[in-house]
């Protein structure tokens, strides 16, 4: 098979696992949330992506212990923004709803995530796949905010239906939602501009003898292990201040732990997924397989969403979901192109 339809099939896998992971966390009760997250991000960004990288790496740390300090401190510290984007998600949903700040940080984070890495590696892209770049973009911008509108007009049915939904602010507070919401789309990025900074590690992982796409596992773990400092730390910070270890002693918590493991699981065989499709693209995967990974995660999300029947009764708002889907569906076909120019 084509190298470069091998690398859209596992972007498309990784869209798979991406849109699916978050299922786990309607299974949180009955532990806290940082007991949860604590078991989620250590099987999601140390061991899952450890086992994995040492499996298809031969000797993964002589391999990191090889790289220039300057990819690891930058990949580690990327990725621990990322981190602070997470938790800034988190915050901004308690001021304008789950619906308004997933627009946001989907959109910003999409697009950050392919321009920066965009704007370093210009001299080496093809100029005739810039235009297509662009425009992929521009329409994948469109489709999130479709998106966010047919979530917003949902909400607004269901209110008005008496059905309890995440409260969202006014005024001031309001404005403020907006602001850590746009703040958490740009550094949530920094997951994707961590892992292309890191292309060093993945050119001695090949080196060492590893394959291409596997390349990238080894990138992974620099830039997950400044990710984990980061959660491990608030998760740490919670379950003191909220003296909430004796959650670990919860009756009845096995279902909580399953789904916490098979959540993290899932969301770093998207990650791993989506570098091996990366390393295979070359020096322009991160600008095309990020926005079409987030972007079809999205429509993968919402079929969930639909079968849980969050779309229930809502005729109007799910048709305008099903033009943003449209949408996103022309803009990975205009993104998927620009790499075949």
Known sequence: MDTYLIAIALILFASLFQGSFGLGMKYI?????EAWWIVHATVAMVIFPLIWAMLVVPNLFDVIAQAPSEEIWSGAALGFGWGIGGIMFGVSVGYIGMSLTYGIVMGLCSIVGALIP?????NSINPDSIPYILLGLI??????????????????????????????KKGKDFKTGLIIASASGILSAMLAVGFDSTSEIGKIAEKAGAL???????RWV????GAYVMNLGYSLFLLIKNK?????????????LKWSVIAGLLWFAALGTYGQGVALIGDIGTMIAWPMMLGISLIISNIWAYRAGEWKNVSKAFQTLL???GIIIVATCVLAYSNTL
């Open 323 to 325: 033009v943003g889907i």
């Open 29 to 33: 009760a009955p532990l806290k949330w």
């Open 139 to 168: 329409l994948l911008a469109v489709a999130v905010i479709v998106v966010t509108i047919a979530g917003l007009k949902r909400d607004k049915i269901l209110a008005e239906q008496g059905d309890e939904i995440e409260g969202i």
């Open 222 to 225: 620099v830039v997950l292990a």
């Open 118 to 122: 965009m704007f370093l590696r210009y």
């Open 212 to 218: 291409q796409r596997n390349t990238a596992l080894a």
């Open 244 to 256: 909430s270890f004796n959650s670990f002693k919860t009756p009845e918590m096995g279902k909580a």
